[in-house]
């Protein structure tokens, strides 16, 4: 089945950097899009960027760029997202998730979570 | 840059009533773009509607989608006991994705 399987929880010090994985499986890797969406504690949903695992391209919300990386593996189908300098307002849980290219079928298969926490 | 509001922040219904959950853009919106999903504690978010209107695989007829230009409105005709959670409207638009702030429907 279709399914995006996330690295385990981080508790990091605030200015580290932490890098997150998403291990893709059940449909070709290259065929859609990898977005990270991240949640803090009792907030709602921010869109961070993604990646487009065929080619490598990014595209990143403007309040991450320069701290944020976004990349692929594709003979693992695997993306990565690596968050730099850490502050404690980056203490969440931060979502993969696909989407279908031309942004016209939502955002379908999610991954399941990865909690990072930041604090001293 | 496109903000969408949701309302209300809570609606307080009893299983079998209908919701209507709006989500308000701050400009008119292509409806194409726009997508609900479902929030439940703990859990990832699940797509709903995608096209304003189209329910994705899967997804009850008691959940529908409606609007266009600056209002949008996800209407769930008979609550389930399951479908008590959080609901977030989102857009794409100038390379730029956008979830509303989530509304919570909760049981009376």
């Known amino acids: 089945q279709v399914q995006l399987v996330q690295s385990g929880a981080e508790v990091k010090n605030p200015g580290a950097s932490v890098k997150l994985s998403c291990k893709a499986s059940g449909y070709t890797f290259t065929t859609y899009y990898i977005h990270w969406v991240r949640q803090a504690p009792g907030q709602g949903l921010e869109w961070m960027g993604m990646?487009?695992?065929?080619?490598?391209?990014?595209n990143y919300l403007q309040s991450f760029r320069g701290r944020v990386t976004m990349t692929r593996d594709t003979s693992t189908s695997t993306v990565y997202m690596e968050l730099n300098s850490l502050r404690s307002e980056d203490t969440a849980v931060y979502f993969c998730v696909r989407e279908r290219p031309g942004a016209l079928h939502g955002m379908d298969v999610w991954g399941q979570g990865s909690t990072v926490t930041v604090s001293s | 840059e496109i903000v969408l509001t949701q309302s209300p922040g809570t609606l307080s219904l009893s299983p079998g009533e209908r919701a209507t959950l709006s989500c308000r853009a701050s400009?008119?919106?292509?409806?194409?773009?726009l997508a609900w999903y479902q929030q439940k504690s703990g859990q990832a978010p699940r797509l709903l509607i995608y096209g304003a209107s189209t329910r994705a695989t899967g997804i009850p007829d008691r959940f529908s989608g409606s609007g266009s230009g600056t209002d949008f409105t996800l209407t769930i005709s008979r609550l389930e006991p399951e479908d008590f959670a959080l609901y977030y409207c989102?857009?794409?638009?100038?390379?730029?994705?956008?979830f509303g702030q989530g509304t919570k429907v909760e049981i009376k």
């Open positions: 989102q857009h794409y638009g100038f390379s730029v994705w956008t």
């Open positions: 400009q008119s919106v292509d409806s194409r773009y």
């Open positions: 990646v487009n695992p065929s080619f490598g391209s990014t």
